[in-house]
């Protein structure tokens, strides 16, 4: 025991932090809020208990949700002088115990892992004779992986569909079964396993062998969670499996920022604990260290104009932050015209020293990035686009580090590293001057970039380093998945944006339809359009921007209002918040003719019993009664939007409503909004098309209208 150690651990820590480090062993549950410092107080708990000699490095197990936050856990314990913690994300624990216990469990070797769904999936549905294009057989791939995290198999998937309100793409509820179960007969068949029955199988093998779970638990002893509001079921079973009846947890989370539900993700675990350990021990984590006050009272402002269950959740949080600038919130005429602004504000921010690498721009769908891409390449500002494959993963980086690695031999230290490495990376697509260009093109010279850019830092910090310690590093990193910084202004999704941070960040699209997005439909869904906002909120350090624009294209209807979250921060935002949101809300707006769902089939007077049926008003046996070409019209269009949007088709319109505008037949928007399923928010993006191709339009001569229009609108004169 190092008494001295373990102080020098607990210094700088604030009385909160300092709870959850010092809390004895046993449950613990950490409430912590955004910019908070829970990574600081759980890594320095486990450095805590490792110093005053509580537990051996080696028997804790740290559970992540990202390669990159378990190598930034590792990396901080090794900062704090604690080596040997497993800190990995629940799959990569698993896969470690299955490769080593599957011999002895099943025998031979583990079987290899199938990297991606959609081409099993497609075999699948050919045994089934059935035929999708490549969207439907992604979404389709998504429903199995939704089932499986939520425990269902084949035989118990119809049931767990229909209570989950569940509608997947081009099938109803027992066909999917079927696709289900023949899914994983061509698994069998080759031999593999997915990603989810590394979960399963791993808990299947804990259960049935009481020895090897022995050897698991006698392997480790204490264990912690992160981001537990996170949690599905499949990894919550597994953590019990691990647990035994043992309580030796901490878990870590914010219902405030549960954004994933739709992979099957629940807080309910993380709100429930207290109820499974009675006896837990509860720290909340509310003092922000990220932002200033400004910023945190905007998000508090927007989390806490929610339904009283979701006040009652949230953290308020607190800045210890010093005061900055008010946010801003801005419109705009167009989408174009919205991106345009943005970036000559980037622009500005950077000439006058502004690091780009410190700058984002967030927004709700991927779709919305390719016009801040444009705006930025028109403006000379250079980014890189988040939420595609992995830093070390990319090929340019694997081609570089290849000619690094063999040119790290012949390194006789007469050039200087930074010089050395950028002759080296030549080789692998480098240029003293970025391209002109945008997209790919660009994005590979930003990683090569920041690779040149590494051997800067290293130059500066270790001046007798070398291309052998730069690959040693590079290496490191790459274990770790900690990416270096590449120097350009970040784009990403909200959901990509979780668990980062920066000192300028943009959340543009802050428009109805969009935030909430259309297809969120009943309070629960649309709380969680809140709560991602939130997030995007809480990334922001010093100042923030948010904008929208009234219509998509230049000379459109400008029908788009500001999103309802921002009703309460009028006095924050200004008029423009409280003036729309008024609007949002529904104020002057005339109300849509209530419609009667049918209760018994039109067809055969059987009584209908899901809420597909009585959308469509018939039952399963019946047949259709819609004419088949507006049908195949309606969902050519439905297919073409959806790719437009980059979503899934059903989130435009889910078979069963579109079945239903089918067999109503709609001449106009007042009919259209009568049926189930069509809101305010899809009737405002979709009613006119929809009309059109009820009066014999064809789809691809509508979309290639509206292209033209935009193309034509965005040229300048």
Known sequence: MNPAASDDILAGLDPEQRDVATAPPGPVCVLAGAGTGKTRAITHRIAYAVHSGQVQPQRVLALTFTARAAGEMRTRLRQLGVAGVQARTFHSAALRQLHFFWPQAVGGA???????????????AGRLRLQFDRTTIRDLAGEIEWAKVNLLDPASYVAGAKAARREPPGLDLTAMARLFEAYGEVLQRRGVIDFEDVLLTTVGILD???DIARAVRGQYRSFVVDEYQDVNAVQQRLLDVWLGERDDLVVVGDPSQTIYSFTGASPRHLLGFTNRFPKAHVVRLVRNYRSTPQIVTLANTVIGSGPEA????ALRLVSEGAPGPTPLLSEHPDDPAEAVAVAERIRRLVDKGHPAAEIAVLFRINAQSEAFESALTDAGVPYLVRGGERFFARKEVRAAILLLRG????DDGEKPLGHLVRDVITGAGWAEQPPAGSGATRERWESLNALASEADNLAV????ARLPELVAELDRRAAEQHAPVVQGVTLASLHAAKGLEWDTVFIVGVSEGLLPISMAEGPDEIEEERRLLYV???????????SWSGARNPGGRRGRRVSRFLAGATGILGDGARTSAT???GGGRRSSPKVSTPRTCRGCGAELTSAA????GRCDDCPPTYDEATFERLRAWRLAVAREASVPAYVVFTDATLTAIAESEPADARALSAISGVGARKLEQYADDVIAIMGGADPEELLEKRSDTSESAAKPS
């Open 110 to 124: 583990a079987p290899e892992i199938l990297s991606q769904k959609a081409s099993a999936v497609a075999e699948a």
């Open 208 to 210: 049935e062998r009481d």
């Open 310 to 313: 979701v006040r009652s959740g």
């Open 407 to 410: 040119a790290a031999r012949g």
């Open 461 to 464: 910090a270790a001046p007798e």
């Open 536 to 546: 995007g909120l809480t990334r922001a350090r010093r100042e923030l921007f948010l």
């Open 583 to 585: 609007k949002a809300s």
């Open 613 to 616: 049926q009585r959308k469509v």
